[in-house]
């Protein structure tokens, strides 16, 4: 790529124009990370607070499933948001929020006031088997609830 493609503006990189790559000479997208030992299992990892530890790393775990971690300090967790607010919270314990920034179990799901139809299960199948919700005891009576 010319060089000329690349601007320097007060120590901020920017390219004009093509895409760029990473461990790759012909990138097929705008960024295209590539590790062609495929030895290293974080391709792309953010961090701040002068701890290369806090922030997020995406990559792939040791048995080749995609894996976004994400810490700050002893904490850790993911809130998926958008600007009306937190819509999904994974914290590092597997509690799961669904509309609360702050789940107090597995599962928690918090509708908004007035909302009438806050969960769907949906039975798609053809021949009309599958589907639903299940809760179980699986204490001594193994029972169905």
Do not use: C, Y
Request: hydrophobic share 30%; aromatic share 6%.
């Amino acid at each position: 790529m010319p060089s000329e493609n690349w601007i320097d503006s007060n120590g901020n990189v920017h390219i004009t124009s093509g895409n760029v790559g990473i461990g790759i000479t012909a990138p097929g997208a705008m960024l295209h990370i590539h590790d062609p030992s495929n030895t290293r299992n974080d391709h792309i990892r953010v961090t701040s607070s002068g701890d290369p530890t806090n922030g997020f790393r995406i990559g792939r775990a040791t048995d080749g499933v995609l894996e976004f971690v994400g810490q700050q300090g002893t904490h850790s967790g993911f809130r998926f948001a958008t600007t009306t607010g937190v819509h999904l919270t994974i914290l590092d314990d597997g509690k799961v929020g669904i509309g609360t920034p702050s789940p107090g179990a597995k599962l928690h799901v918090v509708a908004p006031d007035g909302a009438f139809n806050w969960a769907l299960v949906e039975n798609r199948s053809s021949s009309g088997t599958g589907g639903g919700i299940d809760f179980v005891d699986n204490r001594a009576s193994g029972r169905h609830f």
